[in-house]
């Protein structure tokens, strides 16, 4: 796509991200099939496409609009366009600097600025979301339908098992997940211990830096993943060998932690050090995938089926597909078939707060597809997905290692 860049624009950063991406885009439409809002409104201004021009409005000198920003603001950052693009586009990276950009631009309403806030500090302080998740609970059954399905029941993390072994590897305990599911993490300890790895977290480590980032504060993204690269790399020095990732949409943003720094002299190295190291849960134990087979092997057959969402995340911002249903089905599962599994679920971060329509919409299709097969349960990989998919079913929405977890704890 011919790009102009106007000449505020010129020999920045944003304006080189925005012209190196537009330039790979050849308009072909095939990012509409796949675009979950589009689906939903057909407007081609809320597909990838459409996007893609009103930025390119903006980056060559028009003026944006309220309606402009409504329009970004509706992606779910998905990036099922980016799995389905022949030409490449790197859609998310163009999308984050227009994002901003616009922002700058237009602003925000009184409103909208402190609803943002509002999630952002809520959502990534684990002490502010505990303490209000802890409130939730206690007045569960005095709140309407639609709050009530946001705060879940109190979900007990188990053992989590004593560092024993040489192996170790370090993970990121997250923002929300310790409180709504600590059973993510114990989950994973006792699987890896299982298998000979100690699995140990960094209280100085916190918010990956996502929340902050797609609410468009990027500088305070930024300084929430140098915090963690400064809390994790003394142990990538004393023998811890990978940074798991139990919430994809956490992995995804910490393995862009080289991208997100390139231009910061004193953490671009780091930063990339740090993504290098870092794995989702499913890459560690696939390379341990032997080993979780000869446990499973020692146990009988079990009679249960598991409709498995792949979160976008995992699959298109990471590009890992069938890695866990692989890993399920090694272990025993049976795995229901899941019609449109590339489509997003709603969740998309804070994206189901602020856009409840289109990620309640988002979610009834996906549910109804998840149902088809008659699942015992349904699991997912990302917290924002189970907590999102479990407000609207009356299955148990499990993440996939706790099924894992559980199986293997009779071995």
């Not at 993390?157 to 114990?186: D, F, Y």
């Not at 910490?254 to 740090?274: M, S, T």
């Not at 298109?316 to 692989?326: A, R, W």
């Not at 990302?382 to 559980?406: F, M, R, Y």
Request: net charge neutral; charged share 20%.
């Amino acid at each position: 796509m011919q790009t102009t860049l106007a000449p505020q624009y010129q020999d920045t950063p944003e304006g080189d991200v925005a012209e190196s991406v537009l330039r790979t885009c050849v308009h072909c439409g095939f990012c509409l099939a796949t675009c979950p809002t589009y689906q939903v409104l057909g407007n081609e201004l809320d597909s990838p496409r459409g996007r893609i021009y009103l930025m390119k409005q903006v980056f060559e000198g028009t003026t944006p609009t309220g309606k402009t920003q409504l329009h970004l603001d509706r992606c779910l950052t998905c990036r099922n366009c980016e799995s389905t693009c022949p030409s490449g586009v790197q859609y998310g990276r163009l999308l984050d600097v227009g994002r901003a950009v616009v922002e700058k631009a237009v602003g925000r309403g009184a409103v909208d600025t402190l609803a943002r806030k509002a999630l952002k500090h809520g959502l990534s302080s684990p002490a502010l979301f505990n303490t209000a998740l802890k409130f939730g609970r206690a007045a569960r059954g005095l709140l309407p339908g639609s709050l009530k399905d946001k705060v879940p029941g109190a979900d007990p993390a188990g053992a989590w098992p004593t560092p024993r072994h040489a192996r170790k590897m370090l993970v990121l305990e997250g923002c929300v997940q310790p409180g709504l599911r600590p059973s993510i993490n114990a989950a994973t300890a006792r699987v890896l211990d299982r298998i000979g790895i100690s699995l140990v977290a960094e209280p100085k480590a916190g918010c990956c830096g996502a929340l902050a980032h797609h609410l468009n504060d990027h500088d305070d993204g930024l300084d929430a993943m140098r915090r963690n690269i400064d809390a994790w790399l003394p142990h990538l020095g004393s023998g811890v060998e990978t940074i798991v990732m139990t919430a994809s949409g956490c992995g995804v943003m910490v393995k862009d932690y080289g991208w997100q720094l390139r231009n910061d002299p004193l953490y671009a190295e780091k930063a990339a050090r740090i993504s290098a190291a870092t794995r989702d849960l499913s890459e560690v134990l696939l390379a341990e995938r032997d080993a979780l087979a000869n446990l499973a092997s020692r146990i009988p057959p079990l009679a249960q089926k598991v409709a498995y969402h792949p979160p976008c995340t995992l699959q298109h911002g990471q590009q890992l597909g069938g890695g866990v249903e692989s890993l399920l089905a090694a272990c025993g599962f049976e795995l229901t078939p899941i019609a449109d599994k590339h489509l997003c679920c709603g969740a998309a971060g804070t994206y189901s707060i602020l856009h409840p329509e289109i990620a309640g919409e988002l979610k009834t299709r996906k549910l109804a597809h998840l149902h088809a097969g008659q699942p015992d349960v349904i699991a997912s990989a990302n917290i924002g997905c189970l907590t999102h998919l479990q407000s609207g079913s009356a299955l148990p929405v499990k993440h996939w290692v706790e099924l894992l977890d559980a199986r293997l704890a009779s071995s």
